[in-house]
């Protein structure tokens, strides 16, 4: 009895003993776990401290406009240039928290306001890879423009607590800018909140957009080329000269480019003395003089059908228009006396069917994809599927949107309609190019030339002067006019309409945007509508900046085209909300 009960009591002291002490570490650990990103949270907050007083004093040279919202989107910020100052100084602390982000790694910022007026500017972030900002960061980036000066500290310190950020990394920013006039006070505000976190800005002048976003890509990946503008145009044209002699061409090609007197003008005029054999390119609207993107440039072309001012179009010669930073691109020509467009769409028809022959004739294998918009005219869709036998994948309207996508092949290629656009080739694919070894003398022709696309595209962003080579490369090789590629496939006729409503947010969509959600009954009334006309197709999609509903139809003729597009914007105007006038 004695043995039994000093045996127990010697049992419950010992698990007693033992269960306090991993109690008390148990407890010492969790709260060790709890205070461990308290003491990091803290941490940044001290380091963001540090930057303060710099940050408010260099902050109350740019002060803040009342009554002005600003909103970064696919295009950045773009407004009015006497608004942006603040912005502009904004954008420069959110590049360097960027570049803090990526463990330093260099980032980019355009100072430009693209196809817009003259007295508009802007200024679009570029990522470590020559890409568009990450999505994520545009709300925060919204947030940041619009906070008063005496609160700039605690914004960035929200900021950095959301993404994690570390403090240590030097920041690292490359700034850029077009030929306006507001351009060079708006780069200085950009490069004073740059310089307020204590960031490393190398300023590359006036360049082109996607100059910019080169430099900032080679910058981080050495092996794309040399991180400078020079570097740009040695690796282009070289690869354009590589081209000329696989064609066997004798002759310069005679082009007419319109530069929509933006800083187009001035790079392609640089690049031409790196072709002086190969292109004979007479500039028109080369910014000696004329009004940026006034009656001219890409987006004036395309949305106007019609020659840009100081173009007269001859038969039998070839058009190209720029837009006024020089990532956009249309051709056109004089078809008969009439004006033909060839717009991003057939561009990517072109670069389709062309890549998809040269693969076959190398005998490679891989996963090519067109990206389109729902915007993108039937024709060229069913073109790429049915002629290049290539797939369509539709995305939501905007750049970034279709660059990811364009992601998912071994060979993306993505063109909006308004010619903004580019060829993305996965890096097992490079690979496999520069390794293959055919054997026929055709496929190793058709290595060499793919070699060359490769180099020849600039694969971080749409870029007018770079797909103006790859257009002419392709029509040299093959042998082609402009009107025989024009007749790849007639366009259908299509009419854009928008129609004001009282909330835009009770529109929303699906499936890339062609099906409608809400509000109840507007997509069934879309194809009611749909199934009047031959060859017909609608859809509905709410603005992102205004409360209006854009609405767009295509069919067989004009007249259905227009006609379906009116029934369209009423079924909105009475389903959704209008306000004003019915359509």
């Known amino acids: 009895f004695f043995f039994q009960f000093f045996f127990f009591q010697f049992f419950f002291q010992f698990f007693f003993s033992l269960s306090f002490q991993f109690f008390s570490l148990s407890f010492s650990l969790s709260f060790q776990f709890i205070q461990f990103p308290l003491i990091l949270h803290c941490g940044k907050s001290v380091m963001m401290e540090s930057f303060r007083e710099k940050i408010e004093s260099a902050a109350d040279g740019h002060p803040t406009k009342d009554g002005v919202t600003f909103k970064y989107g696919t295009a950045g910020f773009r407004t009015q240039a ?23 790694k260099t980032i980019g910022v355009m100072v430009t306001a693209s196809h817009n007026p003259e007295v508009d500017n802007g200024a679009k972030i570029v990522d470590p890879m020559g890409d568009m900002m990450e999505q994520s960061w545009e709300e925060p980036a919204t947030q940041l423009a619009n906070t008063p000066n005496d609160a700039l500290v605690d914004k960035l310190k929200e900021i950095v607590t959301l993404f994690s950020i570390s403090l240590d990394a030097k920041p690292s920013i490359v700034i850029g800018r077009d030929t306006r006039s507001s351009s060079d006070a708006l780069s200085q505000a950009c490069i004073d909140g740059c310089n307020a976190l204590g960031a490393t800005c190398l300023d590359v002048g006036v360049v082109t957009t996607p100059e910019a976003h080169f430099v900032v890509r080679c910058i981080n990946d050495p092996s794309y080329g040399t991180p400078t503008v020079e570097g740009y145009y040695e690796k282009i044209s070289l690869a354009f000269k590589t081209i000329y002699n696989i064609s066997g061409a004798t002759s310069p090609i005679q082009l007419t480019v319109d530069c929509a007197n933006g800083v187009g003008a001035p790079q392609f005029a640089k690049l031409l003395t790196y072709l002086t054999n190969e292109m004979n390119v007479t500039l028109v609207n080369d910014a000696s003089g004329g009004i940026l993107n006034f009656k001219c440039g890409a987006d004036f072309v395309k949305v106007h059908q019609t020659y840009p001012e100081n173009v007269i179009a001859e038969e039998g010669k070839r058009y190209a228009s720029f837009d006024g930073d020089a990532d956009r691109i249309v051709y056109f020509f004089n078809n008969n006396g009439s004006f033909a467009l060839l717009d991003g769409d057939r561009i990517a028809s072109l670069a389709a069917l062309e890549l998809q022959t040269l693969v076959k004739a190398a005998g490679l294998q891989f996963n090519i994809g067109v990206v389109q918009t729902a915007y993108a005219n039937g024709s060229s869709t069913k073109f790429v599927q049915e002629k290049a036998n290539i797939p369509v994948a539709l995305t939501l309207t905007g750049v970034k949107y279709l660059h990811h996508k364009a992601l998912e092949f071994d060979i993306g290629i993505y063109f909006e309609a308004n010619g903004h656009g580019t060829i993305l080739f996965s890096e097992s694919t490079i690979s496999a190019i520069h390794s293959a070894q055919p054997e026929s003398d055709g496929g190793k022709r058709a290595v060499e030339i793919l070699k060359a696309y490769i180099d020849l595209i600039n694969q971080t962003v749409g870029d007018a002067i770079s797909d103006l080579l790859f257009v002419e490369a392709v029509l040299l090789l093959n042998n082609m006019s402009a009107d025989k590629w024009f007749g790849y496939y007639n366009d259908l006729p299509n009419k854009l309409m928008k129609v004001q409503i009282k909330d835009r947010s009770v529109v929303t969509t699906t499936n890339a945007e062609t099906i409608c959600v809400t509000p109840d009954g507007l997509q069934e009334a879309v194809d009611v ?7 017909s197709r609608s859809f509905v999609r709410p603005s992102g900046t205004e409360d209006v509903v854009r609405v767009y139809a295509e069919a067989e003729t004009k007249e259905e085209a227009d006609a379906l597009a009116l029934d369209v914007s009423r079924a909105v105007w009475k389903i959704a909300g209008g306000v004003g006038e019915e359509p």
């Open 82 to 104: 006497d608004v942006l100052d603040p912005v502009m100084f904004r954008v420069g602390l959110l590049a360097a928290l960027r570049s803090m982000s990526h463990q330093g």
């Open 529 to 535: 509508f749909v199934a009047k006309y031959t060859s």
